[in-house]
């Protein structure tokens, strides 16, 4: 089975905090994302990165940076949290072309509120 | 650009009714995946349906069917016999590449 884990399910931070969300999947695929899940505006992309190193932006950007220095592993970085901020978020990964689909695979996702 | 629409934001229906899911998508691509998605209150979205755009073919597992109508663009699911686990947000989504496209979701409620 795929599995993406997120390292944090549920996590409280101030304004103006740095807040790391780590993601890591078993699968070895090349594309990771990250999505904001808000009630009424479903799912939207931050950021998602192709390969390691690799990082393009998605619909809302602003007010965070992502890192992808393993294949592996895709950190979501709030450089300084904001209560706008506070959300559900979501990691997820899949492998890259039309062969498989571009199945995506999602992690449990990590409750943030920021105070 | 792609587009989905889950034009149902609540569905609320009493066990053991059938109910269906509507999902609507726009794209200007000829090879594209269409999925379905739940997201039980638990958070995570679990992966349900694979669909490409040249099959048409409808899909049944178990109580859960989908209908794929290229004609009218839409990707439809229906629960037979709803349960109460069936209670969640699906979500429809659409890939011609690397990045899908999600529509807003559906939460369905299932009341005992």
């Known amino acids: 089975d795929v599995k993406v884990t997120q390292s944090s399910r549920y996590l409280v931070k101030r304004t103006g905090e740095k807040v790391f969300l780590e993601c890591v999947q078993d699968m070895d695929h090349e594309n990771m994302f990250w999505y904001r899940q808000d009630p009424g505006l479903g799912l939207r992309l931050i950021y998602f990165?192709?390969?390691?190193?690799?990082?393009e932006k998605g619909d809302i950007p602003e007010g965070y940076s992502v890192s992808r220095e393993k294949k592996e592993r895709f950190s979501l970085i709030l450089e300084s949290a904001s209560t706008n901020q506070t959300s559900m978020y979501l990691c997820?990964?899949?492998?890259?072309?039309?062969?498989?689909?571009?199945?995506?695979?999602f992690g449990e996702g990590s409750w943030l509120t920021v105070v | 650009a792609q587009k989905v629409t889950q034009a149902q934001t609540e569905i609320s229906v009493v066990e053991k009714e059938d109910v269906t899911l509507d999902c609507v998508y726009e794209?200007?691509?000829?090879?594209?995946?269409l999925f379905w998605y739940k997201q039980p209150p638990s958070g995570e979205l679990v992966f349900l349906i694979r669909?490409?755009?040249?099959?048409?073919q409808n899909e049944i597992s178990g109580r859960y069917s989908w209908n794929f109508q290229k004609s009218t663009s839409s990707f439809n699911f229906t629960i037979t016999a709803s349960q109460v686990v069936d209670s969640a947000v699906y979500f429809c989504?659409?890939?011609?590449?690397?990045?899908?496209?999600f529509g807003r979701g559906t939460s369905l409620i299932v009341h005992p």
């Open positions: 989504a659409l890939s011609a590449g690397y990045i899908p496209t």
């Open positions: 794209t200007r691509d000829t090879t594209y995946y």
């Open positions: 669909r490409n755009s040249f099959d048409e």
């Open positions: 990165s192709y390969d390691v190193k690799m990082k």
């Open positions: 997820a990964s899949s492998t890259p072309g039309l062969i498989s689909g571009n199945t995506i695979y």
